[in-house]
């Protein structure tokens, strides 16, 4: 009973994060950006109880012996806060996503066409115990124009709880409000929120593959991210040696958590027995344990790799290592073992490389650079609410872009179809048009 | 266990079609409009079988009763024959959909980025009794490198296999072969795949509404289309009356049964008591049974609406109609009741229009035209594989342009992250370069 009355009310308040998205969106980018400015002051001026809040939340992890690194995301202090107020500032100075029009068409005379950017509706976005990855977030949707269904990990409670608070009151003199945000606090919130097919229009949930693969197995709402992060660098024959054991270090030791490090390491017979052993001491120097296939232990003392290891994304300085007879045979290991999200070519075969960048089809396709650099800053992107691993709407790390989309809007004197169709039909004249002007929707 | 048996067939099918999408995908275009001609000139080859297998279709039909716009959608004669000849010469025409370069961006010295327009790997297309659309529907895929699982109505099931027997004949001395195309024959198959989301990456469903909302419930695979074709005319108070009586009849008569005509009708107070008589004459006159709110009864003598004919899609010549007190309860109506599909505002008040273009969140909003607009053939596309009233990927009508999806490449010369994190990190330079040259992963 208690748990309908809540859903009740978590519905009611996402149907009304749908209604004041509306508002967001046909508002003007001055307006949502004076919303950032208000949400940053705030902020500044809350320090003190978000501080307080947050060194609740660190004790308790303490107190329950959660990792260094957990407790890394999770702190919030002067210098993170300097770091989110930067952010906002950052997201105030992007371009307005909403109302690009990416195409124009004259139909015919006076029936005009354009194809133009808006947000599309409300998002759930669910994260890990980062409290500064709240504000981001609430950031990016309202510079999109969408609302925001939130949940942050659980060990960031009364940080988050602190953190919305002074968000909604900064916004509350704002004729836009803070209507479009709903911060759930239980996971039984997240489950009930997968039923919300028609009131919530995309998810992005980040974390562990377990719990995203939850979240894709259990909604009918389209979800954008990724569970597994396998990535593969091949080293072709035509390799330089050199920069390949340079390229596979920094791929698999510079962030061994992150979902863009390599988990597998292709190596062409031909140019094996010059790279491993080379390749071997650089790795095994920066704490990489190697597990190679039947030919690679040929060439190196390294522990027989399994089956498995090729599936699996180790998340740590394990690298699973396999000698191939052909960039066939490593394609064909791509598309078969690989996760679709970053893989990588070393090669000094021009023509090659191009083929690669055409044959595998993940997310994002490099030649001779790390897999590391997959990530929306680094791209130029801004911002980036995730990584996605699916074929539709957005590849690899998504920005601003990833939270509009175009839609059609067109413009007659009048204009009906019956006369394009019968015994003496209207021709469409479908003229390109230039789209550089502002949308037909613009306020004028 | 025969069933069994032929799901680990059609695995292994859909696995090859994968395979051979990868080899579609990365070969020239020319190679892929070579295979278009091919067909075609099967097809022109082989009609006299495809002519004799519809003519047993056909009189199956006539047999078991169907309706006589079911039978002329089921014909294949010398005159689809030419007209799927036509189309697949116009799709051969147009531009090659693969390898555009979307963004083109310097990172830093010698590391380029590029956001590069690829294949989606396997398209699961399942489709009303209409043999010339199998045509379509795998011409498309060819030209934009996908995969392609068919499945077409049960009632033209003689045609559709012998027209796959002629494509398949047409492509089999092709290198490309045709194993990028698995046909399927029973209803059991179709739900069979929807299990395959590892192996198919979008579905188009086309059909009724209960089995396009089955697909969507039942997989995890993305779904592009629509279910509800719930589509609105805002008939203002500062509407031209003639103009609103011309574009309610055409958005409502001109093809009943298509998703994009209207079923709400709904009209500002101010201009009820004037455009309604007008309205109820034109529309009665052209065999429209209207039913209406109570003050739409209070104007004029029609049938009462019961709450649910606002959310019913009548497909037939019904028209709810209901007076509002205003612009904004307009905007609510649709934002309520419709189905994001395409919605118009009838007015000469253009501050209105360009606010009714942003507030209202459908994949086609109007302005002053009918909605029978909406359709990829009368937008310009080319060619159009379905109507999607989804938030994300692609909305409304979907051209070529629905297949396919940019994914990010990267060439750098051994650049590593590290040099970009520690002490003295090297900053990236960001710049945008033109976008017009062929991608890094062109043949050169």
Redesign the interface.
């Known amino acids: 009973m208690e748990s309908n009355k809540e859903n009740n009310h978590l519905t009611a308040d996402i149907r009304e994060a ?2 004041a998205a ?1 508002a967001l ?2 508002s003007s980018a001055e307006k949502r950006n004076d919303l950032l400015r208000r949400i940053r002051d705030g902020l500044f001026a809350d320090a003190h109880g978000i501080f307080e809040a947050n060194r609740r939340d660190m004790s308790a992890a303490e107190t329950e012996g959660e990792t260094s690194s957990l407790m890394k995301r999770l702190v919030f202090d002067r210098c993170k806060l300097d770091a989110v107020q930067d952010g906002l500032v950052a997201v105030e100075a992007l371009p307005d996503p909403i109302g690009t029009v990416e195409e124009r ?1 004259l ?1 015919d005379d006076g ?1 005009v ?1 354009e194809k ?1 950017r ?4 409300v998002i759930g976005m669910i994260f890990e115990a980062r409290p500064d990855a709240l504000v981001q977030i609430v950031s990016l949707c309202i510079k999109s124009g969408n609302g925001i269904v939130l949940k942050g990990g659980r060990e960031a409670l009364e940080t988050n709880k602190a953190l919305v608070a002074s968000i909604r009151s900064s916004c509350a003199s704002h004729p836009l409000g803070s209507g479009w945000m709903v911060h759930l606090e239980s996971r039984g919130d997240v489950d009930f929120i997968l039923g919300m097919d028609k009131d919530i ?2 998810l992005i949930p980040r974390g562990s593959n377990s719990f995203v693969q939850h979240v ?2 259990n909604t ?1 709402i ?1 979800v ?1 991210g990724h569970a597994d992060g396998i990535c593969a660098i091949y080293v072709d024959k035509d390799a ?1 040696v050199t ?1 390949a054991v ?2 596979a ?2 791929s698999k030791t ?2 061994p958590a992150a979902c863009n490090s390599i988990e597998t390491l292709l190596v062409h017979q031909a140019i094996a027995p010059v790279f491993l052993p080379e390749a071997a001491a650089a790795l095994e120097g920066n704490g990489v344990k190697l597990k190679g296939d039947e030919a690679t232990c040929r060439i190196i003392a390294v522990e027989k790799a399994s089956p498995q290891d090729y599936d699996t994304e180790f998340i740590s300085l394990t690298l699973a290592v396999k000698v191939v007879e052909s960039y066939e045979e490593a394609v064909e290991h791509i ?1 078969e073992h690989g996760s679709g999200h970053t893989d990588c070519i070393v090669t000094e075969n ?2 090659l ?3 690669f ?3 595998v ?10 897999t ?3 990530d929306g800053f ?3 992107l801004g911002a980036e609410v995730g990584i996605s691993t ?4 957005a ?3 998504v920005g601003l872009d990833g939270l509009v ?14 006369d ?2 019968g015994a003496s039909p209207r021709k ?1 004249k ?1 003229q390109e048009l230039p789209a550089d002007s502002p ?6």
Chains 1, 2 share one sequence.
């Open positions: 749908g209604r509306r969106s046909s068409r139909l029936l066409l133009v808006f947000p599309l509706g229009d995309l894709m197995s009918r389209p954008l330089d920069m340079r390229l270090v920094d510079q962030y598309a021009e023509g490389a191009r083929r960048m055409r044959d089809d993940s997310s994002d396709v490099f030649w001779n650079c790390s590391r650099f997959a680094r791209f130029g699916g074929k539709i709407h590849r690899g790390p989309n175009g839609r059609w809007l067109l413009k007659g004197q009048g204009h009906v179809v019956s394009y169709s469409f479908h949308s037909m929707a613009a306020e004028n």
